[in-house]
Nanobody
Framework: QVQLVESGGGLVQAGGSLRLSCAAPGSIFSISAMGWYPQAPGKQRELVAT???????NYADSVKGRFTISRDNAENTVYLQMNSLKPEDTAVYYCNVRRMGWPTMNYNYWGQGTQVTVSS
């Protein structure tokens, strides 16, 4: 089992910023797609941002212009910079690392989650 180490969650007022971090093992980081998936109480986990090994990014419409995903291959870490936070962004944010559709070494792992709470 691959361990992902997440950090950076917390309590912030609406309009504020937070930066989430997720470290993955160096043996797989550079060949993996990384993503962040928040899950609010009573709701399904949903995608907000992903980044490919080549640093191509994809965002949910609800966070475009506010959130930025980036990766540091030297530090084996993916980041989610969250600006202009809204109360509806409140959720447990899960980091994901995956490599799918290849002849070998396919995987899909989740972090333990980090709580983000935005007060109004």
């Amino acid at each position: 089992q691959v361990q992902l180490v997440e950090s950076g969650g917390g309590l912030v007022q609406a309009g504020g910023s937070l930066r989430l971090s997720c470290a993955a093992p160096g043996s797989i980081f550079s060949i993996s797609a990384m993503g962040w998936y928040p899950q609010a109480p009573g709701k399904q986990r949903e995608l907000v941002a992903t980044i490919t090994p080549g640093a191509n990014t994809n965002y949910a419409d609800s966070v475009k212009g506010r959130f930025t995903i980036s990766r540091d291959n030297a530090e084996n870490t993916v980041y989610l910079q969250m600006n202009s936070l809204k109360p509806e962004d409140t959720a447990v944010y899960y980091c994901n690392v995956r490599r799918m559709g290849w002849p070998t070494m396919n995987y899909n792992y989740w972090g333990q989650g980090t709580q983000v709470t935005v007060s109004s």
